[in-house]
């Protein structure tokens, strides 16, 4: 009774060791670290080159060329081959740069007043103003400006050392608003045979309200300084593909999360991954801006990859490191050290294994390592030693007496051999009874027999004279044939 009494109460402990992760709300350490490896930071750049046709004084060709940035934020890589998702709005220039670079020249040759903008204006002197709006596009027969446009994506990896160029990508396919998703490739193919680390995507979203999320991405380009930055969410109702996205909300009420998210977007976080809490897989992308941050779903993410014809999946540099980092988190440190090595080794700048490495390295055989501690009590649990002689005991003796019962068989029994009668002698006299004689057996050569001395009969001994019987002494008889004896 003792005993069930003892193992109800450990039961019920185990249940409320459980239960209490759930009722204090705690998301789980390292739940970002599938994604965290795959950020990348989305700069995008149009190029402009403008030559403007001066015919009002001196006929010159005043060339000129523009970098003007207009979209920044945080994508996600989904290929190991470098294709990433992000925002329409770091991916196409929605605004007409042309119209900013014939202001900006106009402005600088002229030496007018111009503002600098995405605008067409007027000037009051009307010479000026018609040569300015020739140089506005769209590009005509009588254009003052010939004007050529590119976009430059660049896309700069979560690594360490950082990458000081990144490397060029181009859009493939983006949806219809700024906040749409994008898809991104790399325009010449990554470099190494594996490629680069990817996130995982999910089925679906969590519909529960106030579940718990992560969201990962880059302020900036990623450096000593700039490190991916993490923070923690709560969806909020509503929010169907197309309507603008899932708004966040805090179930406590303790901290306005749109308005947090907002600003994180305005920073260089819009784009970034929303990570579940369940499994660490990416359930959608951080949008909007200001005080209102939203997320758009993960269907709409791989909705914008279908279209583009690319299908998300996961490299050998995602596997080595989920193995490793299934033994880091369950604090088998020095079997995790070998795996991130190994991560290391495939991708040598990930910058996230090369953390978790360098805590697994001095944690390795610690107090904390589950691996020592399996080792320290192995021999605890090792089988007794008794079975193995108590086993041993009986197969000795079962092959002593096996080897007895053999013994057996092949020594033939003295005892159980019938007797062999000897070679018939001399017929007996009339009237005399046969002696059997019995042979014994012996086991040992037979001892020659000696010769017969013949000697004097003893004169004392009578013998009857009918048939040939030996007589006593006393006998007037024969006691065998009843023949008198002579006197």
Not at 20 to 30: D, K, M, N, Q, T
Request: charged share 20%; net charge positive.
């Amino acid at each position: 009774m003792a005993r069930l009494t003892a193992l109800a109460g450990g039961v019920a402990a185990a249940l409320i060791l459980v239960s209490l992760p759930v009722a204090a709300h705690e998301h789980p350490s390292g739940i970002t670290d599938l994604v965290t490896p795959a950020v990348v930071r989305v700069e995008a750049v149009s190029h402009v080159e403008i030559t403007l046709l001066d015919h009002i004084g001196e006929i010159k060709h005043v060339e000129r060329s523009y970098d003007i940035p207009f979209g920044s934020g945080t994508g996600t890589v989904v290929n190991p081959d470098g294709t990433i998702v992000g925002l329409r709005r770091f991916a196409v220039n929605d605004n007409d740069v042309a119209i900013y670079a014939a202001n900006k020249v106009f402005a600088e040759h002229h030496k007018v007043k111009l503002p600098v903008d995405y605008k067409k204006h007027k000037l009051s002197d009307d010479q000026l103003n018609r040569h300015l709006q020739a140089c506005y596009p769209p590009k005509s027969d009588t254009a003052t400006c010939i004007i050529n446009v590119t976009t430059d994506l660049t896309a700069f990896p979560n690594v360490s050392p950082p990458s000081a160029d990144g490397f060029k990508v181009k859009c493939i396919k983006a949806g219809p608003t700024p906040d749409s998703p994008a898809v991104l490739v790399p325009v010449t193919p990554v470099a190494g045979g594996v490629g680069m680390p990817t996130a995982p995507l999910a089925d679906k979203v969590p519909e529960q309200e106030g579940s718990p999320t992560s969201i990962a991405g880059l302020l900036g380009r990623p450096g000593p300084n700039v490190q991916h930055t993490v923070q923690i969410a709560h969806l909020s109702k509503g929010g169907a593909a197309g309507e603008g996205g899932r708004p966040f909300a805090d179930p406590e009420k303790k901290v306005d999360e749109p308005v947090k998210l907002g600003a994180l977007a305005d920073k260089g976080m819009a784009g970034a991954p929303v990570i579940g809490d369940k499994d660490g897989h990416v359930i959608g992308l951080l949008v909007g801006g200001g005080k209102e941050g939203k997320m758009i779903g993960v269907r709409e993410i791989t909705g914008i990859l279908s279209q583009a014809k690319v299908s998300p999946r996961r490299g050998a540099i995602d596997t080595a490191f989920e193995a490793a980092l299934t033994r880091y988190h369950t604090k088998y440190y020095t079997e995790a050290a070998p795996g991130f090595q190994r991560v290391l080794e495939l991708y040598p700048g990930n910058v996230v294994a090369a953390g978790l490495l360098k805590t697994s390295l001095a944690k390795r055989g610690g107090p904390e390592d589950q691996g020592t501690k399996r080792a320290a009590t192995a021999p605890a649990r090792s089988t007794p030693l008794w079975p193995f002689i108590v086993a041993a005991a009986i197969l000795f003796l079962a092959a002593g007496g096996g080897a007895y019962l053999l013994w057996r068989r092949r020594t033939p029994d003295l005892s159980t051999q019938l007797p062999q009668p000897l070679t018939a002698g001399p017929p007996l006299d009339d009237g005399a009874n046969q002696t059997v004689v019995v042979r014994r057996s012996q086991s040992f050569q037979a001892v020659p027999q000696q010769q017969q001395v013949m000697t004097a009969p003893d004169p004392a001994i009578k013998y009857c004279t009918s048939c040939g019987m030996r007589l006593g002494a006393a006998h007037r008889f024969c006691g065998y044939c009843g023949h008198p004896i002579e006197t």
